[in-house]
């Protein structure tokens, strides 16, 4: 199933679009005979297939066509999710949104990157707010607590410009604007996770 990036920005109206497609796959295994089957069909529609990194779970390969590429990586990744996947329409399998909501505050938990709070904003905005994302997502990581979830994203969102040149936006983000929204959104999800048993 496709997961990440590209599916969160299947959606309409999202802010920006993903530079590279992930597939995930339910065993190592399974990953080398997608990963064949994918590029036999790749190959056969006249597209390059430049393999960058090939381990047991993980294959990382540039995918191309005349003068455009795109990275593509086949990956493992545990069954365990909270909704079933959902059949695509362009691109076959899906994760569930509220997986891939779930999976994005995780990230952005762990990393501080302009992708991540922009993709959380924009689940918290169209489909969850972020107070019970933040409550979901600790459910899929025990080593959080909601509480302890929150803190690590209070030490999230600083963004700067050049942050934003990196990506490729469909509009342009207001920075004092998204810092406003996101703070806000923090106080809400605090508000929402100490009220809760």
Do not use: C
Not at 77 to 85: N, T
Not at 103 to 129: C, P, S
Not at 147 to 175: C, F, I, N, T, Y
Request: aromatic share 10%; glycine share 6%.
């Amino acid at each position: 199933y496709l997961a990440g990036g590209a599916a969160i920005l299947a959606a309409p109206n999202t802010q920006r679009y993903s530079q590279d497609l992930d597939y995930f796959q339910d065993s190592p295994a399974r990953v080398a005979t997608a990963f064949d089957a994918d590029r036999l069909t790749l190959e056969a529609e006249r597209f390059s297939v430049r393999p960058e990194i090939s381990q047991p779970g993980y294959i990382r390969a540039l995918v191309g066509r005349e003068d455009q590429a795109t990275k593509v990586e086949w990956a493992h990744e545990s069954s365990w999710r909270f909704m079933p996947v959902l059949r695509g329409g362009d691109f076959g399998f899906q994760l569930h949104p509220i997986d891939l909501a779930t999976n994005k505050v995780l990230a952005l938990a762990g990393r501080d990157e302009a992708r991540d709070l922009l993709d959380t904003l924009y689940f918290h905005r169209e489909l969850l707010e972020l107070g019970p994302l933040v409550w979901a997502a600790s459910g899929k990581d025990p080593g959080f607590s909601p509480l302890s979830l929150l803190e690590q994203l209070r030490r999230r969102g600083k963004v700067r410009p050049e942050d934003m040149a990196r990506l490729h936006l469909s509009e342009p983000v207001d920075l004092r604007e998204m810092k406003e929204v996101w703070l806000a959104s923090l106080e809400a999800a605090d508000a929402f996770i100490r009220v809760r048993p």
